[in-house]
């Protein structure tokens, strides 16, 4: 990129190489803008004759096209690309969402020298119009070089992120307690309720029972028959492990059991189970506070259709300090 200083009236389409102030000190136009037709009058009218401006040279490509390269590559989903000033292009979802990070490829392509990319955590909740991500380029203009192997990472690794909207989740509850079954009810499901509106849904079917293998079984077994999106269980329990009643009630109904412990405070203790891809979750103790725990984690992807593995659970230490 060079700076040339030509007539304002030839600088409709040129980017601005510094900002622009009137005498008194009040910025006019800012360094990195694109003059239109309306600027070259306005600073016609300010006294200005003449403007330097920057200008690609051979093999250079403008900021704006590069973030807009890198945002056509970045990830699927349910966004839009908006540019913003500043060589900046925001990614904004159209349809509430959970946003899938790749950790790894974003580390790629923020040690190179000509692009970076910021988004919302990974497994993030979005509603419509939020902004998950926003790619940043070097001021006016990078190599095509260093862009094109910015793209070729992410063509040949995939994307950074997806946008996976959750569209009418199904939630099934089961209130459990080894005495009283009502009485979990009556302590979770308006903090419950509190939890789900944070992500603007809410529990379709609702179910008490006696925390014993045969009752909890039968519960299990009667929410999973109206295909739900994610079954809860809310438990005035803590579990011993695997082998604990609702742990047992899982595997009696079919369901796998794939992750114990959670490096998530609060939250050590969930159980994350799988009756073919319904994820069946038991996390007792998170249903006590409307305070953030795993649940909070762990439910947006659930939402959204994504298969949340214990690999990933084991994941969520990193930043799985809450409280």
């Given at each position: ?16 190489n510094t900002t622009v102030f009137r005498p ?132 040949d690794r995939g994307s950074v992120l997806q ?161």
């Amino acid at each position: 990129m060079r700076a040339t200083t030509m007539d304002v009236r030839e600088a409709t389409g040129r980017i601005l190489n510094t900002t622009v102030f009137r005498p008194g000190g009040k910025k006019l136009l800012a360094k990195g803008h694109l003059i239109s037709d309306e600027d070259v009058r306005m600073l016609e009218i300010e006294g200005l004759n003449c403007i330097t401006v920057a200008e690609l040279e051979n093999g250079e490509v403008s900021e704006d096209e590069a973030v807009l390269q890198v945002a056509r590559e970045i990830g699927v989903g349910c966004f839009e690309i908006r540019l913003a000033a500043g060589g900046r292009a925001n990614l904004m979802v159209t349809e509430d969402c959970c946003v899938l990070v790749d950790d790894d490829i974003l580390k790629q392509i923020n040690c190179t020298a000509s692009v970076v990319i910021a988004t919302v955590s990974n497994f993030a909740y979005a509603r419509a119009g939020d902004r998950i991500a926003t790619i940043k380029s070097a001021p006016f203009a990078i190599p095509q070089d260093q862009l094109d192997a910015v793209v070729s990472v992410l063509r040949d690794r995939g994307s950074v992120l997806q946008a996976r909207p959750i569209r009418e989740p199904s939630i099934a509850v089961i209130y459990s307690d080894p005495i009283n079954a009502e009485r979990a009810r009556q302590l979770f499901e308006p903090i419950l309720q509190q939890r789900l509106e944070r992500l603007g849904v809410r529990a379709k079917l609702a179910m008490i029972s006696l925390e014993d293998e045969k009752s909890l079984t039968r519960s299990l077994q009667h929410v999973l028959r109206s295909k739900p999106t994610v079954v809860l269980f809310a438990s005035t329990t803590a579990p011993s492990g695997p082998d604990d009643a609702i742990g047992r009630a899982m595997v009696a109904a079919g369901a796998s059991l794939d992750r114990f412990l959670a490096p998530v405070e609060p939250g050590n203790l969930l159980l994350l189970g799988y009756r073919d891809e319904v994820p069946i979750v038991s996390a007792p103790g998170c249903f006590r506070s409307a305070k953030a725990n795993v649940v909070d984690l762990i439910l947006p992807p659930m939402l959204a259709r994504y298969r949340v593995s214990g690999w990933e659970v084991a994941a969520l230490g990193h930043g799985g300090l809450l409280s």
